[in-house]
């Protein structure tokens, strides 16, 4: 089984519709259950994001689910409580002169 950046691939069905494991720390997170497109697709603005950057700030898993994302640079949408846009940057600051 291949791993990339925490996720472990799996046969994608109905339930996993991403095609990746949930690492063990989504049981825990304030996201578990909720609408997907509510994280996802960098809406960027308005009530969505606000909402999303809400459940972010509650949630138990938001440092490992940032750290997850940030390592991760294909994954999009709201992840630890930061946007694609968000993480970029995050990721210039750590890395000058790397693309991110």
């Known amino acids: 089984m291949r791993s990339v950046e925490g996720w472990a691939r799996v ?45 972010c700030a509650i949630c138990p898993a938001q440092d490992q689910c940032a750290a997850l994302a940030i390592d991760t640079t294909w994954l999009t949408g709201l992840w630890g409580g930061t946007t694609t846009k968000e993480r970029r940057t995050l990721r210039r600051q750590d890395h000058p002169g790397r693309a991110a």
Do not use: M, S
């Not at 109905?14 to 909720?34: E, F, H, M, S, V």
């Open 11 to 55: 046969e994608t069905d109905a339930t996993n519709w991403t095609g990746w494991a949930r690492p063990d720390w989504y049981d825990q997170a304030a996201c578990r259950g909720l609408p997907i497109e509510l994280f996802v697709a960098d809406v960027g603005h308005g009530r969505g994001q606000a909402t999303a950057k809400q459940v």
